[in-house]
C-alpha cells in the first residue's frame, strides 16, 4: 500500500513561471491537505480538499495560488507567476475520513521543494 | 484553538529515554493531543495521539496529565535516527486540523 505520492521532488522555476505540484493520496484517502514549509519555518496549513470540493482555503495566499482534487487523479496544487518568496517545501497529506473525525491523523508526503530562480 | 508550548530544543543520550514535554492548558474535553515528528525536512510523520488515557505503541508513549493540561512524549530508547523536530498539537475541535507549531528540536547524541 503506497503512501502519500508527491512529484516532483524538487522543481526548479524560474520568475514569472507556473508551477504544479502533484499529489496522489493514500488509497482509500479521499481528503487531502496541502502544507507549506518556508525555509526555517514551520508548517503552514494552506488548503483542505476532499474529491471534487474546497473544503477550507483559509491559508491560501488570495492571488496566484489555486488548488484542485478532480474526480479522478491526482490533487494539484498551482502557483502562478512564481516569485522567489514561493520558494519552499510543499507537503501534501490525506486521510480516510476528513477533519470531523478527530481520532484518525493524516498521512503526510515527502514534499516538493521549489526552488524559484 | 488551544495551543502548545514546547521547549525549543532539547539533548538526548543515545539508549536513554527521550522525555518530551508539551503543555496545553487550554485544550477543550474533545479535543486530541497529536505528536508528529520531521526528520531533517522529510514529510512529517505521525508517532502517536491520545485523548484522556495514556497510550503507547511501538514507537512511543504517550502519557497526558488527568487535568490534560500537559503530556509528555517518550521515546523509551533513543537512537540517532531519532533525531528531529518534534511536534505536539493540539487537534481543533473546530476546524479539525493540524496545526503545526515551532515544535522541540530533539539532538540524540552519541
Known amino acids: 500500500n503506497a503512501g502519500v505520492m508527491q512529484n516532483p521532488r524538487h522543481l526548479v522555476r524560474r520568475r514569472g513561471q507556473e508551477a504544479r505540484l502533484r499529489c496522489s493520496p493514500m488509497?482509500?484517502?479521499?481528503?487531502v491537505y496541502w502544507y507549506r514549509q518556508l525555509p526555517e519555518e514551520g508548517l503552514k496549513f494552506m488548503v483542505y480538499l476532499q474529491k471534487e470540493n474546497i473544503i477550507d482555503e483559509s491559508g491560501m495566499p488570495k492571488e496566484r495560488f489555486s488548488a484542485e482534487f478532480p474526480k479522478e487523479g491526482p490533487s494539484i496544487l498551482r502557483i502562478q507567476q512564481v516569485v522567489r518568496g514561493d520558494s519552499a517545501a510543499y507537503f501534501c497529506?490525506?486521510?480516510?475520513?476528513?477533519?470531523?473525525?478527530?481520532?484518525?491523523?493524516?498521512?503526510f508526503g515527502s514534499g516538493t521543494r521549489l526552488t524559484v530562480v | 484553538d488551544a495551543k502548545t508550548t514546547q521547549p525549543p530544543s532539547m539533548d538526548c543520550a543515545e539508549g536513554r529515554a527521550a522525555n518530551l514535554p508539551c503543555n496545553h492548558s487550554t485544550i477543550s474535553g474533545n479535543e486530541y493531543v497529536y505528536w508528529y515528528r520531521q526528520i531533517h525536512s522529510q514529510g512529517p510523520q505521525y508517532i502517536i495521539h491520545?485523548?484522556?488515557n495514556n497510550e503507547t505503541n511501538e514507537m512511543a508513549s504517550l502519557i497526558i496529565t488527568e487535568d490534560r493540561k500537559s503530556s509528555t512524549l517518550i521515546l523509551p530508547h533513543a537512537t540517532l535516527r531519532d533525531t528531529a523536530v518534534y511536534y505536539c498539537i493540539v487537534r481543533s475541535s473546530n476546524t479539525g486540523k493540524l496545526i503545526f507549531g515551532q515544535g522541540t528540536t530533539l539532538q540524540v547524541k552519541p
Open positions: 488509497k482509500g484517502h479521499s481528503h
Open positions: 497529506a490525506s486521510s480516510p475520513y476528513g477533519d470531523i473525525n478527530s481520532n484518525y491523523g493524516y498521512t
Open positions: 491520545g485523548l484522556k
